[in-house]
């Protein structure tokens, strides 16, 4: 693809219910991250996968947080019981193998919980 | 937790200025990247750096790396009203693993 896309743009849901956000990451690129950022703050690491498989899920906050990979691109980032304090901007980045690679980012998820 | 500190939080100059911004981290790195942010949206790469590097150059850009301070600095020449924007520092592999980290950012505003 062209870029990193995310779904949606904006997602305003009700405290406690459960949502979805999607990352389509550049095509072929191994490596796909998820971070998450605050108001005036820098981007948070949750997660990042190589291939199908979450290589460091250290960052992710509680066990409200998952997410997957399942065939090695597209990956969904679930977060069950939503709390206020989950409202932020969600991104992904993509980057293709190496250790020098350069990570591109999608345009972000703003979730807002009400 | 973030493993890169950028200096100063914010910077206000005038166009044709010269903006100069640092990064601290804390532990051993592959490589440090560069990354700006409009609008609180994506982040776009500007430049990496890799640990046996100490200098780097793209366009008006100037990358510094020193490893024994840990410690770099971004340096934007003749500065443009459109370099408007958030710079982050991202450290990469090491100590950390091979997940980017960020600081958290140096707001700057550059005015015409």
């Known amino acids: 693809g062209a870029g990193v896309s995310q779904t949606p743009s904006n997602k305003v849901t009700e405290k406690g219910k459960y949502v979805e956000l999607r990352c389509d990451p550049i095509?072929?690129?191994?490596?796909l991250y998820w971070y998450r950022q605050s108001l005036g703050q820098g981007p948070e690491f949750l997660i990042y996968?190589?291939?199908?498989?979450?290589?460091?899920d250290s960052g992710l906050p509680n066990d409200r947080f998952f997410a997957v990979r399942p065939e090695g691109s597209v990956s969904t980032l679930k977060i069950q019981r939503t709390e206020r304090g989950d409202s932020a901007v969600y991104l992904c980045?993509?980057?293709?193998?190496?250790?020098?690679?350069?990570?591109?980012f999608g345009q972000g998820t703003r979730l807002t919980v009400v | 937790s973030q493993q890169g500190e950028e200096d100063p939080q914010a910077l206000s100059i005038q166009e044709g200025e010269n903006a100069t911004m640092n990064c601290s981290y804390k532990?051993?790195?592959?490589?440090l990247q560069w990354y700006r942010q409009n609008s609180g949206r994506g982040l776009v790469h500007l430049i990496l750096?890799?640990?046996?590097?100490r200098e780097k150059h793209s366009g008006r850009l100037r990358v510094t790396l020193d490893t024994s301070k840990k410690s770099s600095s971004l340096l934007i020449t003749a500065s443009r009203a459109a370099d408007t924007a958030s710079y982050f520092c991202?450290?990469?592999?090491?100590?950390?693993?091979?997940?980017?980290?960020f600081g958290g950012g140096t707001r700057v505003l550059v005015k015409p």
């Open positions: 095509s072929g690129h191994t490596a």
């Open positions: 996968f190589q291939g199908t498989g979450a290589a460091d």
């Open positions: 991202a450290t990469d592999g090491g100590a950390a693993g091979n997940k980017l980290t």
């Open positions: 532990t051993s790195i592959n490589n």
């Open positions: 980045a993509s980057r293709a193998g190496g250790r020098f690679a350069e990570a591109f």
């Open positions: 750096i890799r640990s046996n590097e």
